[in-house]
């Protein structure tokens, strides 16, 4: 039986508009209207605009821009009221898609491939594919790559006579110096989970069977490891240390917390492809990166790898790309939104390493180069979110994330809460 589809926010659908399925022109013919909807804003945004006049004469194309999880929520309230756009931009992964998938809501994708001529799947790596898997089957188009790097102000640590830190302790040591003078030394909170849960797991992954545990979670339901009891560990130390900011919430958030670097109020951050385009040319000059430190005991190095994987998707709803009148629109807006253009633009705009198989021009942005050359002999751990069973397990433990970055739990408390939402599916 088919389960009820976000009935959490059904509640928040009330005040929807409801979109027609066409309109007439000037000669009475009938014009699909598209929906698309992501949440990308700047340079892709205005990018958007400029196809959408493009393409008025075949089709209308509806433009939903809604920054960040706002988007997220603003999908979900939609679904539960059967007003999902056409094509729309999701976080990847079975976790975020199986629902979508087993409800019959997004498409999958060989339906497209069938009737395409643009796009192949030889134009996506088997890797990147992964990330819109459900039960063998794929149920989207991977967009951005994303790998987590730690960004440390070289001329801040100069200045003070500091040493780079490579381990736990070192962290310690250098934070009464910046403290005195008024410095985070690291920027890092968590609201909504982010970016606390990431960070997290490159911390998680530092233990011999880490990742392995995390892998093995959906199957195992078993978040109460050795390896998840030491990041938490870890991060009460930072804590005590006060190592982050006082206030984890206000200054969570991807905004906070690269605004806080840039204004050299913290000494180092730990951040994502997606946030590049927003560091400061002159912070970017005085920084260096550097692995994440290592959590004590550490038996797998952190300069051998870092966290990351597919952080969006393209999908199509499967209702609309079987409705005869949208389809050909459906297909054309496709097409473009897989372009090797759209692509490029991704990268050079900021948004993410492309997920797409295609040769980038040279000359990227600066620190786009850095952390490109920095992790590309790592390894790619994808973190925790790739691996719960259902997202309501996945909300569980970026809200408890929120806490054990607050000091509100204990890292045994917080253990414990996510393994609670687990047992509930046992």
Excluded at 100 to 122: F, P, Q
Excluded at 139 to 167: H, I, Q, R
Aim: proline residues 4%; contains cysteine; charged residues 20%.
């Amino acid at each position: 039986m088919k389960r009820n589809f976000f009935i959490t926010v059904l509640i928040l659908a009330v005040t929807l508009s409801v979109y027609c399925s066409g309109q007439k022109d000037s000669s009475g013919a009938v014009k699909p209207v598209i929906r698309y909807a992501y949440q990308w804003t700047g340079d892709f945004d205005e990018q958007m605009k400029i196809y959408a006049d493009a393409v008025e004469d075949e089709f209308i194309l509806e433009l939903e821009c809604t920054p960040g999880l706002d988007h997220k929520q603003k999908i979900q309230v939609e679904i539960a009221a059967g007003e999902t756009p056409d094509i729309y931009q999701y976080w990847s992964y079975e976790t975020n898609l199986r629902d979508m998938a087993e409800n019959d809501i997004i498409l999958n994708v060989n339906d497209y491939l069938a009737v395409t001529n643009k796009v192949s799947r030889d134009s996506f790596s088997a890797g990147a594919w992964s990330a819109t898997e459900v039960d063998g089957q794929n149920y989207g188009f991977p967009v951005s790559s994303f790998k987590g790097f730690f960004l440390a102000n070289k001329a801040l640590f100069d200045s003070y006579g500091l040493d780079l830190p490579e381990t736990w302790s070192d962290l310690e040591q250098i934070a009464g110096v910046f403290r005195e003078n008024g410095i985070i030394p690291l920027s890092m909170g968590s609201i909504k989970g982010d970016p606390g849960h990431l960070f997290f797991s490159s911390l998680a992954f530092q233990a011999a069977d880490g990742y392995a545990d995390a892998q093995a979670l959906a199957g195992t339901l078993n978040f109460d490891t050795n390896a998840n009891h030491r990041a938490a560990d870890a991060i009460a130390d930072l804590i005590e240390w006060k190592i982050m900011p006082s206030d984890t919430i206000t200054n969570g958030g991807w905004g906070p917390q690269t605004a806080l670097y840039n204004s050299r109020k913290a000494a180092m951050i730990f951040s994502f492809p997606w946030k590049i385009s927003d560091f400061n040319t002159e912070i970017v000059e005085e920084s260096v990166l550097i692995p994440v430190p290592s959590i004590p005991g550490a038996e797998n190095s952190s300069a051998g790898f870092t966290v990351g994987g597919i952080s969006i998707s393209n999908l199509i709803n499967k209702k609309s790309f079987n409705d005869p009148a949208k389809q050909a629109a459906v297909v054309t807006l496709t097409d473009y939104l897989l372009s090797d253009k759209v692509y490029t633009d991704v990268a050079l705009n900021g948004k993410g390493f492309p997920a797409k198989i295609l040769e980038l021009p040279e000359g990227q942005d600066t620190l786009f180069d850095m952390v490109q050359n920095f992790t590309s002999e790592q390894d790619i751990y994808g973190i925790h979110e790739f691996f719960f069973p259902t997202l309501v397990t996945f909300d569980g433990y970026k809200s408890a994330c929120d806490e054990l970055y607050a000091g509100a739990v204990t890292p045994d408390e917080f253990v414990e809460k996510i393994q609670k939402g687990l047992n509930r599916l046992q």
